[in-house]
């Protein structure tokens, strides 16, 4: 045999092996789940603020456009509790204006009317006269 590569079958198995197993292990270090909260502060930075008056001229002007600038963004809203129902609540900002936020029951029923609250969510789109929707919301602590 010349001098190129010559490995045995030994060798071969034992390099594939280890491999695998820094594979394996690369891996689980990635998948290394995020906790809610971690998932829901990078939602938060990375949301823009609902400005109630910005999105309702654009919606009386070109509701499609407000539809398509719009929805499934994420927005946060801060502002005061205005009525709560069994599985979303009405949040008003201070300069007006406001949107209604799906929150689970449990996290409603800890809540009071009147109460300041930041919420970050999805927005979703309804036809004037509708109000508008955050989905998927959370408050934000």
């Not at 008056?53 to 994420?74: I, M, R, T, V, W």
């Amino acid at each position: 045999m010349g001098k190129g590569l010559c490995i045995s079958r030994r060798e071969l198995i034992l390099g594939m092996g280890a491999l695998v197993a820094t594979g394996v292990a690369g891996l689980t270090a990635c998948a290394e789940p995020k906790s809610q909260e971690e998932i829901n502060q990078e939602r938060f930075e990375s949301a823009e603020e609902f400005v109630y008056d910005e999105f309702a001229e654009l919606q009386e002007s070109n509701p499609a456009k407000a539809k398509s600038e719009y929805e499934g963004d994420d927005y946060w809203l801060t502002g005061y509790i205005f009525w709560i129902q069994e599985d979303c609540i009405d949040v008003e900002s201070a300069e007006g204006g406001g949107l209604v936020v799906a929150l689970p029951t449990d996290v409603i029923a800890e809540l009071e009317q009147g109460q300041e609250i930041t919420v970050c969510g999805t927005f979703q789109y309804h036809p004037a006269p509708y109000a508008q929707e955050l989905v998927d919301a959370f408050i934000v602590e």
